[in-house]
């Protein structure tokens, strides 16, 4: 009896064993298999160098076949360095709004399903430049893609960006060809001799 029962709680035992190592491969198979792609989102500026006055436009766009079904997307500024003067969306979602408070230009896009496959541009603001210096944020506040006949929230995924946006500089550091030349001759002697000195712009030389 004693064996029997021996025989019983060792087969029992292992029984478990391999039930549990089953269950535990097929729920790592299952998340694996549910995990959705976070897209790309990127922003980018016509211009980076730019003078007090001037106006930039910011494009945040989305790589092809994204699968975005809704996203809120912040572009984060200081106002005293940028002043915004209009906002345009792309018509990418089926539902589209703007907010804004100090500092923040914020996005909503909402659709049915997802956006199209080949929808790329999301939305883009124009921002009046009041000091140089200054930089955009992108912020993911919240992302959804279509996963099966799920939606999932992917905003831990997505990365920022930050754009700088300095002095527009037109010394013949910061040019090309036979100007760049002579400039790079003659911070050549600067650094043989220990001139420091600096651009215009206040961009050191070396």
Known sequence: ???????????MKKFISVLLAVL?????FAITASA????????????TAVKVGDTVKVTV??????????????????????????????????MERFGEIKGKVMFLGITNSKISDSATELFTAEF??????GTIELLPEEVYVVDGDNDVNVTD????ATLTFNEECNCNCHKSGISKFF??????????FGANKDCACGVAHY
């Not at 001759?185 to 043989?192: G, I």
Request: charged letters at 20%; aromatic letters at 14%.
């Open 61 to 94: 766009s989305t790589s092809k076949n994204s699968k975005l079904c809704s996203a809120t997307i912040s572009l984060v500024y200081d106002p005293e360095y940028f002043q915004v003067v209009n906002q345009t969306s792309t018509a990418a979602f089926s």
């Open 1 to 11: 009896y004693k064996l029997i029962k021996f025989l019983e709680d060792d087969f």
């Open 24 to 28: 535990t491969v097929f729920s790592m």
């Open 36 to 47: 959705a792609k976070a897209p790309t989102i990127t922003v980018k500026a016509d211009t």
């Open 128 to 133: 009046k430049i009041l000091k140089t210096g």
């Open 157 to 160: 995924k997505i990365r920022t």
């Open 183 to 192: 400039f790079d001759f003659a911070l050549f002697f600067q650094k043989l």
